[in-house]
């Protein structure tokens, strides 16, 4: 039996598959005459040698270059979620074969196996301090691990179906998590008890974030909508829908706050003003393809560039500003869903549904 | 950050209105909130300390050092550092990173009221029993203990005529004693109340008292400044609190304090019933203020511009003690006397529907729709697309936090505590518990997800058994 099909994230049951075609990418992927405008170019560098893991680099003077440094194995079902850890030491990788594994950032060793969920894993989350770790499960449950001890210190009941997303508040005190039973649930991490239950979607939460302060939380669903909430009240205060939006996949704050980032499953990736009458997007990044699952986005740390998996098996990086594909990363066998960037380095950290981890440096 | 979004007539809402939820661990004699507003101190009746996270309500720690009843705790600016003060005549600097006792102050008696200075955690005043106030410092591990005097200022000036006139007087004034001590907003400046209802003006610096008034006769049981500093309220046995503007003190003023402007602005008393008022709190603004009643169980609430009653909150069976407000919300908390439970008045915020369905209009009456010109029109959606991606060439800042209108400026760097996840567990842990409407519900689905966890298990089992 397949074990991924037990995984919420990997294979929805019952979510309408779409059959948007993916805009093909565009074919300049190596134009990079725009982005260099707007960038100082470093002088003429000699284009860099195709790197052994076929990326295909679009060689830009100042540009992303990833390359491939290291592929972490050992998770025997595909990973769902990866994250780097806010002190930048560790990568938390969840995954379909029911365990969550804690590897060195920098050295690519695997630290710790952390094993209690009786259902594979759809999401990770780190406590801002870097000392907890929290994951969501189809067994219905969020577990709270020490990475310290390697003990699972706390188990979170109450969702009535699986568990999507989970996410910490940046005061980390709170925990926030969105579940196939299509509400978001806010829980005290010091009693375990859940704080809040908010009715918030018609569809399985897909995703679910804190804004930089922990005032608000954004989650967004497979029904189209994506909803913003005061944390405190636990009262909806916004919600962003656009003509024909299709499925919500991934959703996230901007790293100050004022921008969210939304990825569908029509494969594009919208950043939206949602302080804006009624909302506003911004910008469109297209490319990659994401019809099916809920694949992670991730923003660079310097606010450059747009990280994300796609579904032809590649990892694709898109420049914030002028929404060019920028780089295209291909060394995952199947497809990528988690995409992390490190808080301090250029450093990438991957994962997909071939069962491994993969983290990539930037050479420039 | 949620400002931007709220709903702008919650916000115009400045003081609590309704009973929101209480907290119970032990009985909790005073409650003070951290300057963020995101921790409670909550001192017990048998010298425990204990931390509230007011966003989950929910235990955020317990720290064991005093014998007797807790009689104040004062935070540090940062937050870092807390003071507490109690019978057991111990003050007692917790360093809330590990939650260990920093420095254990002992006293000759009983310690009334002890408040950290706004700038330096090493220094505090205390009011102690049957004493005059002290001014400590604890910078070195030898702790410098300063007497001040409770005496009220006297201009030099007097002939020997008017001396001894006011000899007797001032025998009886030199029983005096301070029973609060107070920083003003600067850290400059202390501020004591005594029995004889004098209020004194203590250079910290010279250790001096550079000027004096007499509020009342009676004595001054509680002072409390605004979080801006502007605000004084004094409350004291005649029944009547008093509100005072803090002047803005200058070095002119410590050599001539005669231009010192310190003079009630407002006196508030419950004229029918006579009430005694507990204890007392100024809204961090001074806009409002707030009192607990003496064998009543009703906190008051008046504004300060014209000096009105706006709003008696109820809820409790009990008397009430110490007060409290947020210091960034409406939002009021006390302790009763009688169980120690600590009660939480906030604002009711309603749903505000547009924001589930944007495109939804709350309307007050029918109107008649008038259909676009080109509302029903074929567009080409391909094109439209493309013009819209056309359009996306606005340069967007995702890391900057400073320009935007809604108040985007970046928060003062400020310490935050550790969330520790093994408070330890006592009997006492089923007091902990939210009681409020938005509880009771939580608590139901508590209990539901807990019988799902037994089938679970159950269900476990039986495998096992297979």
């Given at each position: 039996?397949?074990?991924?099909?037990?995984?919420?994230?990997?294979?929805?049951?019952?979510?309408?598959?779409?059959?948007?075609?993916?805009?093909?990418?565009?074919?300049?992927?190596?134009?990079?005459?725009?982005?260099?405008?707007?960038?100082?170019?470093?002088?003429?560098?000699?284009?860099?040698?195709?790197?052994?893991?076929?990326?295909?680099?679009?060689?830009?003077?100042?540009?992303?270059?990833?390359?491939?440094?290291?592929?972490?194995?050992?998770?025997?079902?595909?990973?769902?979620?990866?994250?780097?850890?806010?002190?930048?030491?560790?990568?938390?990788?969840?995954?379909?074969?029911?365990?969550?594994?804690?590897?060195?950032?920098?050295?690519?060793?695997?630290?710790?196996?952390?094993?209690?969920?009786?259902?594979?894993?759809?999401?990770?989350?780190?406590?801002?301090?870097?000392?907890?770790?929290?994951?969501?499960?189809?067994?219905?449950?969020?577990?709270?691990?020490?990475?310290?001890?390697?003990?699972?210190?706390?188990?979170?009941?109450?969702?009535?179906?699986?568990?999507?997303?989970?996410?910490?508040?940046?005061?980390?005190?709170?925990?926030?998590?969105?579940?196939?039973?299509?509400?978001?649930?806010?829980?005290?991490?010091?009693?375990?008890?859940?704080?809040?239950?908010?009715?918030?979607?018609?569809?399985?939460?897909?995703?679910?974030?804190?804004?930089?302060?922990?005032?608000?939380?954004?989650?967004?669903?497979?029904?189209?909508?994506?909803?913003?909430?005061?944390?405190?009240?636990?009262?909806?205060?916004?919600?962003?829908?656009?003509?024909?939006?299709?499925?919500?996949?991934?959703?996230?704050?901007?790293?100050?706050?004022?921008?969210?980032?939304?990825?569908?499953?029509?494969?594009?990736?919208?950043?939206?003003?949602?302080?804006?009458?009624?909302?506003?997007?911004?910008?469109?990044?297209?490319?990659?393809?994401?019809?099916?699952?809920?694949?992670?986005?991730?923003?660079?740390?310097?606010?450059?560039?747009?990280?994300?998996?796609?579904?032809?098996?590649?990892?694709?990086?898109?420049?914030?500003?002028?929404?060019?594909?920028?780089?295209?990363?291909?060394?995952?066998?199947?497809?990528?869903?988690?995409?992390?960037?490190?808080?301090?380095?250029?450093?990438?950290?991957?994962?997909?549904?071939?069962?491994?981890?993969?983290?990539?440096?930037?050479?420039? | 950050?949620?400002?931007?979004?709220?709903?702008?007539?919650?916000?115009?809402?400045?003081?609590?209105?309704?009973?929101?939820?209480?907290?119970?661990?032990?009985?909790?004699?005073?409650?003070?909130?951290?300057?963020?507003?995101?921790?409670?101190?909550?001192?017990?009746?048998?010298?425990?300390?204990?931390?509230?996270?007011?966003?989950?309500?929910?235990?955020?720690?317990?720290?064991?050092?005093?014998?007797?009843?807790?009689?104040?705790v004062s935070w540090s600016?940062?937050?870092?550092y807390l003071l507490s003060s109690?019978?057991?005549?111990?003050c007692i600097l917790w360093?809330?990173?590990?939650?260990?006792?920093?420095?254990?102050?002992?006293?000759?008696?009983?310690?009334?009221?002890a408040e950290l200075?706004?700038?330096?955690h090493?220094?505090f005043?205390?009011?102690?029993?049957?004493?005059?106030?002290?001014?400590?410092?604890?910078?070195?591990?030898?702790?410098?203990?300063?007497?001040?005097?409770?005496?009220?200022?006297?201009?030099?000036?007097?002939?020997?005529?008017?001396?001894?006139?006011?000899?007797?007087?001032?025998?009886?004034?030199?029983?005096?004693?301070?029973?609060?001590?107070?920083?003003?907003?600067?850290?400059?400046?202390?501020?004591?109340?005594?029995?004889?209802?004098?209020?004194?003006?203590?250079?910290?610096?010279?250790?001096?008292?550079?000027?004096?008034?007499?509020?009342?006769?009676?004595?001054?049981?509680?002072?409390?400044?605004?979080?801006?500093?502007?605000?004084?309220?004094?409350?004291?046995?005649?029944?009547?609190?008093?509100?005072?503007?803090?002047?803005?003190?200058?070095?002119?003023?410590?050599?001539?304090?005669?231009?010192?402007?310190?003079?009630?602005?407002?006196?508030?008393?419950?004229?029918?019933?006579?009430?005694?008022?507990?204890?007392?709190?100024?809204?961090?603004?001074?806009?409002?203020?707030?009192?607990?009643?003496?064998?009543?169980?009703?906190?008051?609430?008046?504004?300060?511009?014209?000096?009105?009653?706006?709003?008696?909150?109820?809820?409790?069976?009990?008397?009430?003690?110490?007060?409290?407000?947020?210091?960034?919300?409406?939002?009021?908390?006390?302790?009763?006397?009688?169980?120690?439970?600590?009660?939480?008045?906030?604002?009711?915020?309603?749903?505000?529907?547009?924001?589930?369905?944007?495109?939804?209009?709350?309307?007050?009456?029918?109107?008649?729709?008038?259909?676009?010109?080109?509302?029903?029109?074929?567009?080409?959606?391909?094109?439209?697309?493309?013009?819209?991606?056309?359009?996306?060439?606005?340069?967007?800042?995702?890391?900057?936090?400073?320009?935007?209108?809604?108040?985007?400026?970046?928060?003062?760097?400020?310490?935050?505590?550790?969330?520790?996840?093994?408070?330890?567990?006592?009997?006492?842990?089923?007091?902990?518990?939210?009681?409020?409407?938005?509880?009771?519900?939580?608590?139901?689905?508590?209990?539901?997800?807990?019988?799902?966890?037994?089938?679970?298990?159950?269900?476990?089992?039986?495998?096992?058994?297979?």
């Amino acid at each position: 039996m397949d074990s991924l099909d037990t995984n919420g994230r990997l294979s929805p049951p019952f979510k309408r598959q779409r059959t948007v075609s993916p805009s093909p990418p565009p074919n300049g992927i190596s134009r990079f005459g725009n982005s260099a405008s707007s960038e100082p170019a470093s002088g003429p560098t000699s284009p860099p040698i195709q790197s052994l893991s076929n990326s295909l680099s679009p060689r830009p003077n100042s540009g992303p270059n990833y390359r491939l440094k290291h592929t972490l194995t050992g998770h025997k079902g595909g990973v769902s979620s990866v994250k780097f850890s806010p002190d930048g030491k560790w990568i938390a990788s969840a995954s379909a074969d029911k365990t969550l594994r804690v590897w060195d950032a920098k050295t690519g060793e695997l630290e710790q196996i952390f094993e209690a969920h009786t259902a594979g894993i759809s999401d990770v989350a780190w406590s801002p301090d870097s000392k907890t770790l929290a994951t969501g499960s189809d067994d219905k449950t969020i577990r709270l691990w020490e990475l310290k001890s390697g003990r699972m210190i706390r188990i979170l009941k109450g969702h009535h179906n699986y568990v999507y997303c989970v996410n910490f508040n940046p005061q980390g005190n709170m925990i926030v998590s969105g579940s196939y039973d299509e509400a978001v649930r806010v829980w005290d991490i010091r009693s375990g008890n859940c704080q809040k239950t908010l009715p918030a979607h018609q569809d399985p939460v897909a995703a679910v974030d804190f804004i930089r302060d922990g005032t608000m939380i954004v989650s967004c669903s497979h029904d189209k909508l994506i909803r913003i909430w005061d944390t405190n009240t636990g009262q909806c205060l916004k919600t962003l829908v656009e003509e024909e939006l299709p499925q919500v996949s991934c959703v996230r704050f901007s790293p100050n706050g004022k921008y969210i980032l939304a990825s569908t499953l029509d494969s594009s990736i919208r950043l939206w003003d949602y302080l804006r009458d009624g909302g506003k997007v911004l910008k469109t990044y297209l490319g990659h393809v994401n019809v099916k699952y809920s694949i992670f986005s991730a923003f660079s740390r310097d606010g450059r560039y747009i990280f994300s998996g796609s579904e032809d098996k590649a990892i694709y990086v898109w420049d914030v500003q002028t929404k060019e594909v920028l780089q295209i990363l291909r060394d995952h066998e199947d497809v990528v869903l988690g995409v992390s960037a490190h808080p301090t380095e250029n450093l990438l950290v991957t994962c997909g549904l071939d069962g491994t981890v993969k983290i990539w440096a930037d050479e420039q | 950050m949620n400002l931007s979004l709220a709903d702008p007539f919650s916000l115009s809402q400045d003081y609590p209105e309704v009973f929101s939820h209480s907290l119970h661990y032990g009985h909790s004699s005073c409650v003070v909130f951290n300057r963020q507003g995101d921790l409670l101190a909550s001192g017990r009746h048998d010298g425990t300390v204990v931390l509230f996270d007011v966003e989950t309500g929910g235990l955020a720690r317990i720290m064991r050092g005093h014998t007797r009843s807790v009689q104040s705790v004062s935070w540090s600016r940062d937050g870092r550092y807390l003071l507490s003060s109690s019978l057991d005549c111990k003050c007692i600097l917790w360093d809330l990173e590990d939650g260990s006792r920093k420095r254990i102050i002992r006293f000759e008696a009983a310690v009334y009221y002890a408040e950290l200075h706004p700038y330096n955690h090493n220094i505090f005043a205390a009011a102690i029993h049957e004493d005059h106030p002290w001014l400590l410092d604890i910078s070195t591990d030898k702790t410098v203990r300063t007497k001040l005097s409770s005496l009220p200022w006297k201009a030099t000036t007097s002939s020997d005529d008017e001396a001894q006139k006011t000899s007797k007087a001032a025998a009886q004034e030199a029983k005096a004693l301070t029973l609060i001590t107070l920083f003003d907003s600067t850290g400059q400046y202390l501020i004591s109340a005594t029995t004889r209802g004098w209020v004194n003006i203590i250079h910290v610096a010279t250790h001096t008292t550079i000027f004096s008034s007499r509020l009342t006769k009676s004595a001054i049981v509680t002072a409390r400044l605004s979080l801006s500093g502007r605000s004084l309220i004094f409350n004291s046995r005649d029944r009547i609190l008093r509100t005072v503007h803090m002047p803005a003190l200058t070095d002119e003023d410590v050599e001539d304090p005669s231009g010192i402007l310190f003079e009630v602005e407002h006196t508030y008393q419950d004229l029918v019933n006579r009430l005694y008022w507990n204890h007392c709190d100024i809204s961090p603004t001074g806009e409002y203020i707030c009192a607990s009643t003496y064998m009543n169980h009703d906190v008051y609430i008046w504004e300060t511009n014209k000096g009105s009653l706006v709003k008696i909150l109820e809820g409790p069976k009990e008397e009430l003690g110490f007060v409290d407000w947020h210091p960034t919300r409406p939002m009021i908390v006390a302790s009763g006397l009688e169980t120690g439970r600590i009660y939480i008045w906030a604002t009711n915020n309603p749903q505000r529907w547009s924001a589930l369905a944007p495109d939804f209009q709350e309307l007050e009456e029918n109107v008649e729709y008038i259909e676009k010109e080109d509302e029903f029109d074929y567009k080409d959606r391909a094109e439209m697309t493309k013009a819209r991606l056309d359009r996306e060439d606005q340069e967007v800042d995702l890391i900057g936090m400073d320009d935007a209108p809604g108040g985007f400026r970046e928060e003062e760097k400020r310490w935050t505590m550790p969330v520790l996840l093994d408070i330890e567990e006592s009997s006492e842990d089923d007091d902990v518990k939210i009681v409020g409407p938005t509880a009771a519900a939580s608590q139901k689905k508590k209990k539901a997800g807990g019988n799902a966890g037994a089938a679970e298990s159950k269900g476990k089992k039986r495998k096992a058994g297979d």
